[in-house]
């Protein structure tokens, strides 16, 4: 069964660096999304991703943010300056429609700890 | 603003019982939900969907309940086990056609054998 990969599974990381978490969609997937879920808390929407541009975003998703697609596989979210807030479960999501949001298919997710 | 929650933050039960893990959200326009299952270690996996226009969908061994009424969502788990035990979260969407979701806080269901 085809399924999402992040790497890594855990990343520790400095306040004030940048971090790049990748994600590999399934791959007949055309809709890509980031959520994360600080713990203990519920998982939120930060951004959805079609056809190399962003879709929509949420008030998390600020300029310290940003998403590419970089080739034909991966998709990726930047974290440029990490704060401690931003410690979290960070997963991400493919489909293939956008109007099926049953049919989001997650990963595993990536830990990020900010120290 | 409005959200969703879960009344219930554990539900233990035993193998072979039924479960009921609920949910009550407070927007009126919500037309779309879903229950999620995370087991440890994992993302968010769907489980079963309902549209505002139903009260009641079946799946294998799940069945989710809408009462529009009260605001309130359920999910029964029939016959539970032990690979059951995750933490189960509702999520709704105001518009069935949109991406985002917000989810509930969620409920650990453990399944003791």
């Known amino acids: 069964e085809p399924e999402v990969t992040q790497t890594p599974s855990h990343q520790v990381t400095q306040m004030g660096q940048e971090v790049i978490l990748r994600c590999v969609p399934i791959?007949?997937?055309?809709?890509f999304y980031w959520y994360r879920q600080i713990l203990g808390q519920k998982v939120e929407f930060l951004v959805s991703?079609?056809?190399?541009?962003?879709?929509?975003k949420s008030e998390i998703f600020d300029d310290q943010f940003s998403v590419e697609r970089p080739d034909g596989s991966n998709f990726t979210l930047k974290i440029r300056s990490t704060k401690l807030e931003d410690s979290a479960m960070y997963f991400c999501?493919?489909?293939?429609?956008?109007?099926?949001?049953?049919?989001?298919?997650f990963g595993p997710g990536t830990r990020l700890t900010v120290t | 603003g409005e959200s969703v929650g879960l009344h219930l933050p554990t539900l233990s039960v035993q193998e072979g019982d039924n479960s009921i893990i609920n949910c009550a959200y407070s927007?009126?326009?919500?037309?779309?939900f879903i229950w999620y299952k995370q087991e440890s270690g994992k993302g968010p996996q769907f489980i079963i969907d309902?549209?505002?226009?139903?009260d009641k969908r079946q799946g294998q061994r799940v069945t989710v309940l809408l009462n529009k009424t009260v605001k309130h969502l359920s999910l029964q788990i029939a016959a539970t086990q032990p690979g059951d035990s995750a933490v189960y979260f509702c999520?709704?969407?105001?518009?069935?056609?949109?991406?985002?979701?917000?989810f509930g806080k969620g409920t650990m269901l453990l399944v003791s054998p």
């Open positions: 999501a493919s489909s293939e429609y956008r109007d099926r949001v049953s049919e989001q298919y």
């Open positions: 791959s007949n997937h055309l809709y």
């Open positions: 991703f079609y056809n190399n541009e962003i879709s929509e």
């Open positions: 927007n009126s326009a919500s037309d779309y």
């Open positions: 309902i549209r505002s226009n139903m």
């Open positions: 999520a709704e969407s105001p518009n069935s056609g949109y991406s985002t979701l917000t």
